[in-house]
């Protein structure tokens, strides 16, 4: 059976692991955003950036990519992604049903937020997160890298994301 990964920021552009196909896909009652506090790769306990976290939301729904691992990668490429994603054990680790646009359904590792863990912040004002994401710089580099080049690749896949778009050029025009 093939394992599935449902990515929905970094991963789209930056999966880390052996990707055998990839599909838009639809994970229904979730939805993206900077609610992540980041004290590793996009910022520091000092100055702490922000990443994305997929927020449980009723009615809500987030489209990205359900990447599926090459067959035979699957042990590694947990391991590799429980390293990556878990590091401060914000995120949750599920197995969620995806919706994929070419009408199948797949069971998917997902990682969510923990919304009672510290570093959740979830509902913070968008001029906020820009100001947030303009200045923080982590062990995987600024903030900015981060939030600019999921934009593109969601523009790339042709995923509309109104308050990404709008942070995108808000942190652009905060750091000239």
């Given amino acids: 059976m093939t394992m599935w990964v449902f990515g929905y920021g970094s991963l789209l552009w930056n999966p ?3 990707v055998a196909d990839s599909v838009l896909a639809r994970l229904p009652d979730y939805h993206r955003s900077f609610c992540m506090r980041s004290i590793h790769h ?10 994305l976290a997929l927020d449980e939301w009723p009615g809500a729904s987030c489209l990205g990519l359900a ?5 035979g990668h699957e042990e590694a490429t947990l391991a590799y992604l429980r390293e990556r994603e878990l590091v401060s054990s914000a995120y949750l680790e599920k197995t969620l049903k995806l919706e994929l646009t070419d009408g199948r359904s797949v069971q998917a590792v997902t990682y969510v937020i923990d919304p009672v863990h510290d570093q959740y912040c979830g509902g913070m004002p968008l001029e906020e997160q820009a100001g947030i994401i303009a200045r923080a710089v982590g062990g995987r580099g600024p903030n900015t890298e981060y939030l600019h080049n999921t934009v593109a690749h969601l523009r790339a896949l042709g995923i509309d994301d109104a308050d990404l778009e709008w942070l995108d050029e808000r942190v652009r025009a905060i750091c000239g």
């Fill in 16 to 18: 880390g692991f052996e």
């Fill in 42 to 51: 996009r910022g520091t306990v000092e100055v702490p950036g922000l990443v």
């Fill in 67 to 71: 990447l599926a691992v090459r067959k």
